[in-house]
């Protein structure tokens, strides 16, 4: 079954308003979670990592005030796009790295969020 | 800049004929090196890495330092193996992410 799951699945949003996505660990505590970005046909782009009770790190060319993450709990990531904009229409996949292990013994993925903006 | 390179954007191969998908790093030290597949409407998720030196659904990828490469492999394709495949390295224990391959197989 999924370990990982993403909120909402789909959104479409008009321009210059904010839209929350939420990425959830479902079987285990995770310390770590990762967000990526994917254009249409093309790769995974790795936006930031996720840490628990701490500040995100981001990528480098990634807005860190434009792309807000919050790890407030072990279980939950959230990525909020703040005034977002056409250009940021796009697919938003969160990785899960289990608490305690190394990262090639748990590397979970999520579904995905499909933003559509307006 | 470490990073991995998927040359082929689309690859068609025949039911029963052989596969190979093609990867190349670039990488200080010793890499770690995965290939992850997507199936349509579905979530990524892992196939292979090479510290495992497994088979996954008839497919291998040996790491070659020499050639710096780490090709996905399978000697008899099937239609259900048609995919996203992305080869991937571990970088700063963060995963990145080639360009991806789509393999189509035709009957």
């Known amino acids: 079954g999924a370990v990982v799951s993403q909120h909402p699945s789909r959104v479409i949003c008009k321009s210059g308003t904010s839209v929350k996505i939420e990425c959830r660990s479902l079987d285990f505590q995770a310390t770590t979670m990762f967000w990526y970005r994917q254009f249409p046909k093309q790769s995974l782009m790795l936006m930031a990592t996720s840490n628990e009770g701490s500040k995100a790190t981001y990528e480098q060319g990634v807005e860190k005030d434009k792309f807000l993450i919050n790890h407030a709990s072990l279980t939950l990531s959230t990525l909020t796009v703040t005034s977002a904009h056409p250009e940021d229409s796009s697919f938003y996949i969160c990785?899960?790295?289990?608490?305690?292990?190394?990262?090639?013994?748990?590397?979970?993925f999520g579904p995905g969020t499909r933003l559509t903006v307006l | 800049a470490q990073r991995v390179t998927q040359p082929e954007k689309l690859l068609s191969v025949f039911k029963g004929a052989p596969v190979e998908l093609k990867c190349n790093y670039s990488?200080?030290?010793?890499?770690?090196l995965f290939w992850y597949v997507q199936y349509s409407r579905q979530r990524l998720q892992l196939l292979l890495r090479h510290i495992s030196r497994e088979s996954i659904k008839g497919f291998t990828a040996d790491l070659n330092k020499g050639e710096t490469s780490f090709h996905l492999k399978k000697p008899f394709a099937q239609e259900e193996d048609s995919a996203m495949y992305y080869c991937?390295?571990?970088?700063?224990?963060?995963?990145?992410f080639g360009k991806g391959t789509r393999l189509h197989i035709l009957p």
């Open positions: 990785s899960v790295r289990r608490a305690g292990t190394s990262l090639t013994d748990t590397q979970y």
């Open positions: 990488y200080s030290g010793s890499p770690e």
């Open positions: 991937a390295l571990n970088r700063d224990d963060k995963i990145i």
